[in-house]
């Protein structure tokens, strides 16, 4: 069975300061791997997706990840942080079939200080 | 740019009342999920439906009932409501693609309903 797991609940940095946010999954068949973000009270944006086409995904809002097969992870990072940037992430795995649901982690809040 | 229209917005109930949560999209997806969100346990998916016509469980489905009315529309209902659904629900849908840069069964959300039960 899929699973994600996310180190961290909760991240916090100063403006300017590198964002990692760290993200490990299991999958017995080669994984979609996606990134979200949720701002208080609102549903879940995109940030980025993999899909075997380049293991350094850039995403919107400067965000990256990079997957790594043999760390089995797909860490989201940012070089220099905003305030806008205060939310909610998920990283979330898929088996990548038709109609396949996304398995969720339980989500890193990142807190962003002036 | 509708999307993913969930309703209602709020929704307050007593133990034991039924409620349904409604959820349409108009990008004429043809899978359709329903999630619920808590607290440090991040989304959990309650059943979903990869095609119309088909309905399936996910990991949290004791308590709830679904109905994939047509392509656009699938619905949550709660027949007995128990504090312990007090929650954000989430309705999503998806349309996965093939090939390279795929959109790789990209999901796309709604705004969420919360529910509080007493």
């Known amino acids: 069975a899929q699973s994600v797991t996310q180190l961290g609940s909760h991240v916090s940095v100063s403006e300017g300061a590198l964002v990692l946010l760290r993200c490990n999954y299991s999958s017995s068949v080669p994984p979609y791997l996606f990134w979200y973000v949720q701002y208080p009270n609102q549903g879940l944006q995109l940030l980025l997706k993999?899909?075997?086409?380049?293991?350094l995904v850039k995403g919107i809002n400067g965000f990256e990840a990079e997957f790594k097969k043999s760390e089995t992870s797909f860490h989201l990072t940012k070089p220099s942080a905003h305030m806008r940037d205060a939310a909610e992430y998920f990283c979330?795995?898929?088996?990548?079939?038709?109609?396949?649901?996304?398995?969720f982690g339980k989500g890193t809040t990142l807190s962003v200080s002036s | 740019n509708a999307g993913v229209t969930q309703t209602p917005k709020f929704q307050v109930l007593k133990t034991g009342q039924s409620m349904t949560l409604q959820c349409a999209q108009d990008?004429?997806?043809?899978?359709m999920y329903w999630y619920r969100q808590d607290p440090g346990m991040g989304l959990r998916l309650i059943y979903y439906?990869?095609?119309?016509?088909?309905?399936d469980k996910g990991e949290v489905p004791n308590g709830y009932n679904v109905s994939r009315l047509n392509k656009r529309e699938f619905s949550l209902r709660l027949e007995s409501a128990a504090p312990s659904q007090t929650s954000v629900y989430f309705c999503a849908s998806s349309e996965f693609r093939q090939g390279v840069n795929s959109g790789a069964n990209v999901l796309t959300f709604g705004a969420g309903s919360r529910l509080t039960v007493l």
């Open positions: 439906s990869a095609s119309e016509g088909t309905t």
């Open positions: 993999y899909t075997s086409a380049a293991t």
């Open positions: 990008m004429n997806h043809n899978s």
């Open positions: 979330a795995v898929s088996e990548g079939q038709a109609g396949t649901a996304l398995i």
